[in-house]
């Protein structure tokens, strides 16, 4: 007789407004671990839950005992100034494979209340890894995340999928910092936010950005 072990895959209770914070703090002040403690930024035991997922996914490194921001770390805090929390959808969608599992998931079915995406989401997860499952603590926190950037909504109880929010805040900071004409924003160049998504149209000394090129290249940004 063969038998299976389940191995549980485990994700720590944290919020995104507290990696958000830790995150503005470690890229102003590249700090120490103690201190990242003493400011109340850090849970867990030793180096910190927050670090060690942060790690994980190469938005920050350690070295002798100081955390400073990667190459990805300083592109994700430029973006979260222009695109605010959605940038984390990009980050977490390309760096988090169960987190990518729940968007599509509820992307695919348009909503669900709790019990029922957590066990579609299992069930999907089983046919990549047979062995795994996403415990219930774990997916309340992912989906609380997609709650937070905007990818979900939850309504009386019920989790409904509101498309991507990334191209949503995109689209909210050309409208805002450009002029639309016809189908096409027109942005001054310090309010381009891709370069290589930006076409000079002179002599009006503006930039047409396709905002689809945009999107693209931000989630491309954080493909490890």
Wanted: charged share 25%; proline share 3%.
């Amino acid at each position: 007789m063969v038998i299976t072990l389940q191995r549980s895959v485990t994700f720590p209770p944290i919020r995104l407004r507290r990696i958000d914070e830790y995150i503005h703090y470690v890229a102003k002040n590249a700090p120490t671990l103690e201190e990242l403690r003493e400011r109340g930024l850090e849970i867990g035991r030793g180096r910190g839950d927050i670090t060690r997922l942060l790690e994980r996914i190469q938005v920050v490194e350690v070295n002798n005992n100081r955390v400073s921001l990667t190459s990805a770390g300083r592109q994700l805090v430029s973006l979260r100034e222009a695109l605010s929390l959605s940038v984390y959808h990009a980050l977490f969608f390309q760096r988090l494979s169960h987190y990518k599992l729940l968007v599509e998931t509820l992307a695919e079915l348009r909503e669900g209340d709790f019990e029922n995406l957590h066990g579609a989401v299992n069930e999907r997860l089983s046919r990549i890894s047979p062995t795994a499952w996403l415990n219930k603590v774990a997916f309340k926190t992912l989906l609380q995340i997609a709650e937070d950037v905007g990818a979900v909504e939850k309504r009386n109880g019920i989790y409904y999928y509101r498309g991507d929010p990334v191209e949503k805040a995109v689209s909210e900071y050309y409208e805002k910092h450009g002029v639309k004409i016809g189908s096409n924003y027109y942005v001054a160049v310090d309010k381009v936010l891709v370069e290589e998504c930006a076409k000079e149209e002179k002599p009006h000394n503006l930039y047409k950005v396709d905002t689809g090129c945009t999107v693209t290249k931000i989630y491309n940004f954080f493909v490890i």
